[in-house]
């Protein structure tokens, strides 16, 4: 998704959305319908242009019955590269627009109130997250902004994919790495009951910016040439002159 956000939160909120897939059953997933909260959000995705500030939102159901997780938050920056997120049930929010309740309103974890809307009401939460939309949107921002953000996976992962080092993820070849879920601690964060890390594929740089390619940035307030180079799983600038020195 290519994107634009010229202005922030003047007269309202700028948003920009783009629908990825669906429907998918987010039921086995989600906090208010799952018996067993077994599973694991995962969503991979890079960072196409140079940087991307938040807020920036994947969300799942079917409007305006959904529910969301926090990519980039507000106020954060990510530059250019790959990024590898986990986000545990109780970590998607409700978004705080009718016919959500009030109580539910950008809330995390689960929300009874949800099941309060009658009879109709109720049904049709639960078929909005069985037969879910996945959509990406950029929604307000504190700094203009001008992103191109390429999603390349969203899978569903089984609460065994759990670990807290390299070693438990052996058994698995497509998820030989543990890592970190990125998602964020606290109330609305990883849960501290749950290994700290998932097994996950290993890193990658995004394939749409090849290593080498030139680059530039501001260093000390002097211009700097370069190239991109893969570190980590992460597009860096290496430097190589600064100045035409």
């Given at each position: 998704?290519?994107?634009?956000?010229?202005?922030?939160?003047?007269?309202?909120?700028?948003?920009?959305v783009?629908?990825?897939?669906?429907?998918?059953?987010?039921s086995?997933?989600?906090?208010?319908?799952?018996?067993?909260?077994?599973?694991?959000?995962e969503?991979?995705?890079?960072?196409?242009?140079?940087?991307?500030?938040?807020?920036?939102?994947?969300?799942?159901?079917?409007?305006?019955?959904?529910?969301?997780?926090?990519?980039?938050?507000?106020?954060?920056?990510?530059?250019?590269?790959?990024?590898?997120k986990?986000?545990a049930?109780?970590?998607?929010?409700?978004?705080?627009?009718?016919?959500?309740?009030?109580?539910?309103?950008?809330?995390?974890?689960?929300?009874p109130?949800?099941f309060?809307?009658?009879?109709?009401?109720?049904?049709?939460?639960v078929a909005?997250?069985?037969?879910?939309?996945?959509?990406?949107?950029?929604?307000?921002?504190?700094?203009?902004?001008?992103?191109?953000?390429?999603?390349?996976?969203?899978?569903?992962?089984?609460?065994?994919?759990?670990?807290?080092?390299?070693?438990?993820?052996?058994?698995?070849?497509?998820?030989?790495?543990?890592r970190?879920?990125?998602?964020?601690?606290?109330?609305?964060?990883w849960?501290?009951?749950?290994?700290?890390?998932?097994?996950?594929?290993v890193?990658?740089?995004?394939?749409?910016?090849?290593?080498?390619?030139?680059?530039?940035?501001?260093?000390?307030?002097?211009?700097?040439?370069?190239t991109?180079?893969?570190?980590?799983?992460?597009?860096a600038?290496?430097?190589?002159?600064?100045?035409?020195?």
């Open positions: 998704m290519s994107y634009c956000l010229a202005t922030c939160d003047v007269p309202s909120p700028p948003y920009a783009c629908q990825l897939a669906g429907p998918v059953d987010f086995t997933f989600d906090v208010d319908l799952s018996a067993t909260k077994d599973q694991f959000l969503v991979i995705f890079d960072v196409v242009s140079a940087s991307v500030s938040g807020k920036l939102n994947l969300y799942y159901g079917q409007d305006p019955r959904r529910k969301y997780v926090s990519l980039v938050a507000r106020g954060e920056k990510i530059r250019a590269g790959r990024y590898y986990y986000f049930p109780n970590e998607a929010y409700f978004p705080s627009w009718p016919p959500i309740p009030a109580a539910c309103g950008d809330q995390c974890g689960p929300c109130d949800i309060q809307d009658g009879a109709s009401g109720s049904a049709a939460f909005a997250i069985r037969a879910a939309d996945l959509t990406l949107a950029a929604e307000g921002c504190s700094e203009a902004v001008d992103a191109q953000v390429r999603i390349v996976s969203v899978k569903l992962v089984n609460r065994t994919c759990g670990c807290a080092t390299n070693v438990q993820c052996t058994s698995n070849p497509d998820r030989p790495l543990c970190d879920p990125q998602s964020g601690q606290g109330r609305c964060g849960p501290g009951t749950l290994l700290p890390r998932v097994c996950g594929p890193a990658e740089c995004s394939s749409e910016i090849e290593a080498g390619t030139a680059c530039s940035m501001y260093v000390g307030g002097t211009m700097c040439s370069g991109w180079q893969c570190e980590n799983g992460k597009l600038c290496e430097v190589s002159s600064c100045g035409g020195g």
